[in-house]
């Protein structure tokens, strides 16, 4: 009350720049993972100033593993105020979840970085039972591991991202499972790196698997999030979310030769009741194109 009545004896206020501050994940010079998560992050934010006011959007220049983003997003005054995850039960208990699919459900979509002399084995794979003699590398508490696991797979778990190409060429596991853009991507940034690493190409696993924003429990975190939230669905309805998605998307669905592949279905028996499945406008569906 008292901020409005000098706004109103000023003439004008002006609003709080907010800043918000999101993880730097590797040190690693190549790393494309989340460049498309902080644009339409960055989009949202935009399209809220006129209610919200100014925003100040930086990277942390702290290099963190998934587990030290989570630890810092719990802390007060922590070095982040927000991450994009796929998300989990504990997650959305630990944190506020902005329950907006950020990339309309496509990391629910799975494709194989694989050895190129293991490409005989997996053409073979007709069932998810063939599919489980292979084994399956993942980062350390990913959400895809319980998923995984909970459906007969045996997961072999990497403490590193980058870590995790080398384990695989090492024969440390049989295929990396990574939705369609980042199998694509990975391939070609590391082709040079890792020349016997292959993007499988008869395979498409699929799981719903939705990836939010998360935001801490308090009031600057619950402010950010309904920022973030009525930013994003401003993006959905005038159709700039669509636009950013198929900019950072597209090529990879249309190269991906999903029509010619297996599609080979999991539940994922840990989403909430809250999980918005019943909006179809959040959604994609890379087979169908809709």
């Known amino acids: ?29 190549v790393d494309s993972r989340y460049d498309y998560d902080w644009a339409v992050l960055r989009v949202a934010l935009q399209k809220t100033e006129p209610r919200y006011g100014p925003f100040e959007l930086h990277q942390s220049t702290h290099p963190m593993s998934s587990q030290r983003v989570a630890q810092e997003l719990l802390m007060p005054g922590g070095r982040i105020n927000v991450f994009a995850r796929a998300t989990s039960p504990e997650l959305e208990r630990l944190y506020l979840p902005v329950r907006l699919p950020i990339d309309r459900g496509l990391l629910g979509y799975r494709m194989f970085l694989i050895r190129d002399t293991d490409l005989p084995r997996f053409a073979a794979v007709r069932t998810l039972n063939d599919l489980r003699k292979l084994s399956v590398g993942q980062g350390k508490d990913w959400i895809d591991v319980p998923i995984l696991r909970k459906a007969g797979f045996k997961v072999v778990e990497g403490t590193s991202y980058p870590g995790l190409f080398a384990m695989l060429t090492a024969g440390r596991f049989d295929f990396f499972s990574r939705g369609i853009d980042e199998a694509q991507r990975e391939f070609k940034e590391r082709a040079a790196a890792f020349p016997h690493m292959v993007v499988e190409p008869t395979l498409l696993l699929q799981y719903p698997l939705p990836l939010y924003f998360f935001t801490r429990r308090d009031d600057e975190g619950k402010l950010l999030a309904r920022r973030i939230a009525d930013g994003m669905e401003m993006m959905i309805k005038d159709g700039s979310l669509n636009a950013l998605f198929q900019q950072y998307k597209g090529e990879s669905i249309k190269t991906g030769g999903l029509a010619h592949r297996r599609v080979l279905q999991l539940p994922n028996p840990h989403l909430t009741p809250e999980t918005p499945l019943s909006r179809g406008d959040l959604w994609f569906n890379p087979l169908t194109g809709k």
Request: with cysteine.
């Open 1 to 29: 009350m008292l901020l409005a009545v000098v706004c109103l004896l000023a003439g004008s206020c002006a609003m709080a720049t907010t800043r918000v501050v999101y993880p730097l994940t590797t040190l690693e010079e």
